[in-house]
C-alpha cells in the first residue's frame, strides 16, 4: 500500500485536528489496513514534518523491493520507515494485514467480523488501498467504520476507475451514503488522478449526479470523522431514497 506525499498531508492533518481534543499524555493510536509505504522523498518529506525528523528516520532495509513492488525503482533512493515517522508526530501505528510482509503485521481478515478487542479502539483508520482488495468488501467497511472511536478519522484511497486493480472500483456516492448514514462526516473527497509520487492533480467529482468521464486512473481520496457512535446499517443509494414531502399550505413543514 502506498502513502505518497498527498494521502501523507491529509493524514497528518487529521491526525493533528485528533490530538487537539486528546489528552497530552495519550498517544494517538492508528490503524493503518496493510503496511503504509512511505513514497515520497525526503524533500516531501521534509515538507511535512521538516528536515530535522527526516534526517532521523531509519531507512527500510527492504527499500529496493518495495520500489520495485511500485515501480518506483530510480525515482526514489529509499523509503523511509513510516511507523518512526508516525511516531515522531506522536502516533502509534497499528498494522493489520492477510500476512505478515513487512515484519510485525497483525493477521486480521477484513473479509469477517472485526476481532471484538479492534471495536472503536483507534483514533485514525488509514487505508492506502485495501478495501478494493476484499472480496467482501461490505463487511469490510463495517468493519473500517466499527474500528473507529467516537471523534476519530479514517483516511481513505481507492480506485474509480482502475481495471484489474482490485476486485472493485469505488463511487463517491458510496461513501456519503455509507458513512453519513452510520455516524461519519465526509471532510474532504476529491477525485486524484496521476502518480502517487511523482504528482496528482485534483479531479472534482459529483458526490452523487451520474457523470460520464473522469481522467483515466483517477482514485478518490476520502477524508471522513466520526461524529457519532450508530449502530451499523446498510445505506440505500442516495438516488432511490424517497423525495422529502412538499411543505404544506402556509409554509408549515407536512406532518
Known sequence: MALGPDLLRLTL???????SE????RPLRALALG?????????????????????ALPVLPQSVEILRWHGLVGMLPHVRDTAALFAACGIAMEV???????GGERIVD??????DDMVEAYDLVIDTGTLEHCFNVGQALVNVARSIA??????????????????????????????????FRIEFLQGMSGHVFAGMK?????????????????????????????PTVF?????????????????????
Not at 503496511?35 to 534526517?55: K, T
Not at 493489520?96 to 513487512?102: G, K, M, N
Not at 467529482?205 to 470523522?225: C, G, K, S
Open 13 to 19: 492533518a487529521a491526525a493533528k485536528r485528533i490530538g
Open 22 to 25: 486528546r489528552p497530552p499524555d
Open 35 to 55: 503496511f503504509p509505504d512511505l513514497l515520497a522523498s525526503d524533500a516531501q518529506l521534509a515538507a511535512a514534518v521538516g528536515a530535522d525528523s527526516v534526517a
Open 96 to 102: 493489520i494485514d492477510i500476512a505478515e510482509l513487512r
Open 110 to 115: 477484513l473479509n469477517l467480523p472485526l476481532p
Open 150 to 183: 467516537k471523534g476519530g478519522y479514517l483516511v481513505h484511497a481507492a480506485p474509480m476507475n482502475i481495471y484489474n486493480h482490485g476486485f472493485w472500483n469505488f463511487n463517491p456516492t458510496l461513501y456519503f451514503d455509507f458513512f453519513e448514514d452510520n455516524g
Open 202 to 230: 485534483a479531479v472534482p467529482l459529483q458526490p452523487f449526479q451520474r457523470f460520464d468521464t473522469a481522467p483515466p486512473r483517477t482514485a478518490i481520496y476520502v477524508v471522513a470523522w466520526r461524529e457519532e457512535v450508530r
Open 235 to 255: 445505506p440505500v443509494q442516495r438516488k432511490y431514497r424517497p423525495a422529502p414531502a412538499p411543505a404544506a399550505a402556509g409554509g408549515d413543514p407536512a406532518p
